[in-house]
């Protein structure tokens, strides 16, 4: 039995233009389906990782600035550095790399800045460590009166 | 039947079956993108829960140094040290602060030596077996007896 005698790609090119506005219109969908839930997911994730990474980031660069290094505690040899480019930078600047990466398992940027804002540089020996990145969370910038200031940054 | 009529059943036949399959596809999809909405959730609410948690012990004041009643930004060694003891005699009031983890401890840099002050980890609540997610946060451990500070990794065992 013959249902149809024309096939369905001789159809007239009316109905043919309505099946194509009918597709472009169900791709459009689509893509803005997709659209809404990505754009959505990605504001509830980053709520929840502003506030852990805050908490991370503040108690870090405390506990950087405080911890012992030999009998100097840390926030003294740096500032002892901003005064005087001694040799005490070098203890300071390997003892910074060590503790760093021993903190840290996502992507950080510690640096210290001196009271130009520029990086503190002592023996070829650049006191920023990791990599500057383009969304990150700072913690509260550790300041040295009068000498400069410490920042960390923990890449979202 | 004409066979204008059978046409029209054919595409009507047509239409159906297509909109059977996206329905049933669009379905699919919805519940798929709910469920792991949900799994989203539940991982966003237990990260908020145990991020807090960490906020309440690094200021419970059993761990907080404090000289002269003033409190600064770190947690004393030796109250860590003798710490479990005290948890253990006093389990459901540390439950009701704790809730349902599984085991709260610290990890310090490890140095030579047998005293608290070399000790690598302070156990301070719950059992090391456990599979569950670990949250941490660096802190700032002070050592009253040396008066020196050291960094510790406080790290806690949420539920799965």
Known sequence: MKISEKPIFELGKKAQSEIIGLAIVVVLLIFALIFFVSVKNNDDNLDTRLIRTNLRANSALNALMKVNVDNDQMSRLIEDCLKQKDQKCDVAHNSLKTFLDHIFEEDYYFKVLDIGNNILIVNNNEFAFGVDCKTSISASPYIFRGLGKAELKICT | ?160
């Open chain 2, 1 to 160: 039947m004409t066979k204008k009529g059978q046409l029209e059943m054919g595409i009507t036949l047509m239409v159906i079956i297509i909109f059977m399959v996206i329905l049933i596809a669009s379905l699919i999809l919805y519940f798929r993108f709910t469920y792991t909405q949900i799994e989203e959730n539940k991982e966003s609410i237990l990260d908020q829960r145990y991020n807090s948690l960490l906020n309440v012990i690094i200021g419970l004041p059993e761990f907080r140094c404090s000289k002269a009643g003033v409190e600064s930004e770190c947690l004393d060694a030796s109250k860590l040290d003798g710490f479990r003891e005290v948890s253990d005699s006093n389990s459901d009031y540390y439950k009701t602060i704790f809730g349902d983890v599984e085991e709260i401890w610290i990890e310090v840099i490890p140095e030579n030596g047998k005293d608290y002050y070399d000790q690598i980890e302070y156990n301070i609540y719950g059992g090391s077996n456990g599979k569950g997610v670990i949250y941490s946060v660096p802190v700032s451990l002070f050592y009253p007896d040396y008066k020196k500070y050291k960094i510790g990794i406080l790290k806690i065992r949420g539920i799965l």
